[in-house]
């Protein structure tokens, strides 16, 4: 059996939306294993230099960010309890999504009123804390080294990221970080490849359980409806 070394809660999409970002980022999270890239003119650089960063992770919007499992817990209690509380939560829709350039990489961020996504990852977060491990010391030295507000810092220690609860904001990663010359290129390229996804609501009816294979990549292994009502 594969070794998992990091869970996560992401949104991962499907059918063309996932199809895009598997081949866009070179990495199908549904299936585990590396595909290949689109034919794309004018880049700045190779397509995959400019996915290496966020290849690994997969095609997806983070709920709950990657982290090790707690020692007296087992993937079966975490599928569990995630199955659970995605049974108590209610699908609905975000007005669309539209592409952003978010801290020097480009992402498709969800548009109009967040505020049940952000309940939604604020209770998986807190939910499903009790099956984290503590990250290692030089992990957590290298959340804090990029600059950490104080709020930031203060969900650092509670809950192992800084960008949780009012500090989350969702969004599906399509670069590394770019070069200034490159962003605007990338942009403009991206804007026709993933108009078919900003042009209309954007469902949430799911939350999955991925995790992180030693190889490297992540994993879809449960996709769990979310199955409460309004």
């Not at 020692?71 to 939560?89: I, Q």
């Not at 399509?174 to 990338?186: D, I, N, Q, W």
């Amino acid at each position: 059996m594969t070794e998992i070394v990091r869970y996560a809660i992401y949104l991962v999409p499907t059918g063309d939306f996932a199809a895009f970002g598997a081949a866009w980022l070179g990495w199908d999270i549904t299936l585990g294993h590396a595909v290949t890239h689109p034919a794309v003119e004018g880049l700045p650089r190779p397509l995959t230099e400019l996915t290496a960063a966020a290849r690994t992770y997969g095609f997806h919007a983070t709920i709950k960010p990657p982290f090790r499992l707690a020692a007296e817990t087992s993937p079966d209690d975490l599928t569990a309890a995630a199955a659970t509380l995605a049974a108590c939560e209610a699908p609905f829709d975000c007005a669309g999504l539209e592409l952003t350039e978010m801290d020097g990489f480009l992402a498709l961020t969800p548009t109009g009123d967040t505020t049940r996504l952000a309940a939604l990852a604020a209770r998986v977060v807190a939910d499903l804390d009790r099956f984290r491990a503590p990250a290692p010391p030089e992990e957590t030295a290298r959340r804090r080294a990029v600059g950490l507000t104080s709020k930031q810092e203060e969900y650092l220690t509670r809950w192992g990221y800084p960008y949780v609860m009012d500090q989350f904001h969702a969004h599906f990663t399509l670069t590394g970080r770019l070069a200034p010359t490159e962003a605007p290129v990338l942009r403009d390229l991206l804007t026709p490849l993933t108009a078919p996804f900003t042009t209309g609501p954007f469902r949430v009816d799911s939350i999955c359980l991925v995790g992180q294979q030693a190889s490297g990549g992540f994993r879809l292994f449960n996709r769990l409806t979310l199955t409460g009502r309004p």
